[in-house]
């Protein structure tokens, strides 16, 4: 099952930057398969226990994501470690913004339960919203669960004979610098920008969720007191 989900995605003119934290109970499951991404999503960054990992194309445009990473091999297997936290970005495109339309920011749905699952829009300011879908009409005025940190559980690890005298020399060591370089991960910071719309789903069990923003420019937003320009 997975304990927490958050989800953030900010509009912009033509694209969304889309980010995902997962916070995922079990590590007995190899993969992890995201399932109605959009059509365009693409530049994945990935990554599991705050280390880099690749995903794996799926099937029906579905990606998934390899969970043992970052994680001792034997007790992930034999279950000492219960969570593995699964940090997700991508950028995806759509036709340029006009005067009124709706967004499609559904979150990408799992096949498994999600005990809460949050979401954050970032949407343009020159426009009014309506929202649609699974999430309700109306967004909260913040989140009302925090969002997790991701994990780091890889250490490093070394082996020396009884008795052997460390020096300065020690504190570089070859191997444990060549692995920290290739666990170095490139996290795409998401710009602030737009107003933000906040969402919660508590016990999801049926898979993805809906959720559709329709705009309308504010210019274009007719006024409630028109009449009194007949005045």
Known sequence: SIDRIHYKAVVTETHTVHSMLLIVQSTKLQYLELLALPAT????????NSVSAKPVEGSNGSILVPLLVGLNPASANGGGSRKTSVE?????????LGSNGTLALSPPGVALPVSVQTVHLRLPEAFTYEF??????RPLPALAYPIPAAFAFATGRRVVEDGYEFSPVDEHWPEEEEQSEQMKVVKIVTPRMGRSFHFDKLLVIDGGLL?????????????????????
């Open 41 to 48: 999503a693409s530049q994945y960054t990935v990554a599991v």
């Open 88 to 96: 997700i970005t991508y950028f995806s495109q759509h036709d340029p």
């Open 132 to 137: 649609s879908g699974d999430f309700g009409k």
């Open 211 to 231: 959720l559709n923003a329709s705009y309308t420019d504010q210019k274009e937003t007719p006024s409630r007191s028109w009449w009194k320009s007949l005045l």
